[in-house]
């Protein structure tokens, strides 16, 4: 599969649009966040590794906001309960279109992968069936605050006992000087990846309007009041970071 470098926000532009998961930013998008977010192949490959700690077999697993399905193929991989399979998520028709490349290769690269079935279509919309493990890997953030109880709250009530929701997200710090502190880190995470100050600028420009980070303490509380009995932090790195939360 082509990868092509991410150059996106390269040129001055006259207005920057809101980011929009499109076929310019599918097209580049393997490069972009392995460049914007640290720690993001540690989080994707051990995504597998405690998705089968928690899978049952018989049940679902599924990937919400699956871009181009870097989960699901961690879970293909790691995954080996009898009767499980994965429906991946997405409402970009780009991603869906892409993600379904990919999975088609991986299926040529390894025999007795768990089957999977990708979506396209918005999770707020969608209704779950009984799962073991619900995967979230930077996706509540582009959901409107708002929005995000309720759609914890249906996640919850599709988890089997036992099951798990992995949630994986970027960082925002109630102390100022904190926060500060690792945003200018994310930012020289950045430019060592070789992003310019005027990429870096533009992509701000662009997503400050569609993402919108919580706090830790957010995500343990709306957790918790979505029904999840236990929230464990499992890893962070800067201002990224992700959560098993148990029912």
């Known amino acids: 599969m082509n990868r092509s470098p991410d150059r996106l926000f390269a040129h001055p532009l006259e207005q920057v649009p809101d980011f929009a998961f499109n076929e310019d930013v599918v097209r580049v998008f393997p490069d972009m966040i392995k460049r914007s977010v640290p720690g993001y192949p540690t989080i994707v490959e051990n995504l597998g590794v405690l998705a089968a700690r928690f899978a049952q077999p018989n049940s679902t697993l599924y990937d919400l906001g699956a871009s181009l399905g870097a989960v699901t193929q961690s879970l293909r991989r790691h995954v080996r309960n009898d009767g499980c399979r994965v429906i991946a998520v997405d409402n970009s028709a780009a991603m869906v279109e892409r993600c379904r490349q990919y999975l088609t290769a991986q299926d040529s690269m390894f025999q007795e992968l768990l089957p999977v079935n990708v979506l396209e279509a918005d999770i707020l919309a969608l209704p779950f069936e009984p799962a073991s493990v619900v995967a979230m890997n930077f996706t509540l953030q582009f959901i409107a605050p708002d ?18 929701l992995i949630l994986s997200e970027k960082l925002h710090f109630a102390d100022d000087d ?15 990846n070789g992003y310019s100050d ?24 709306r957790l918790r009041a979505a029904g999840f009995s236990k929230v464990v932090p499992w890893f962070q790195c800067l201002n990224f970071a992700s959560l098993i939360a148990l029912p």
Do not use: C, W, Y
């Open 147 to 164: 929005q995000r109880l309720e759609l914890l709250g249906r996640i919850r009530q599709a988890l089997l006992p036992g099951g798990a």
């Open 178 to 192: 904190e926060q500060t502190l690792l945003n200018e880190l994310h930012l020289d995470f950045k430019r060592a």
């Open 198 to 221: 005027l990429e870096i600028a533009q992509k701000r420009s662009a997503i400050e309007n569609v993402m919108k980070p919580d706090t830790l303490e957010t995500h343990k509380a």
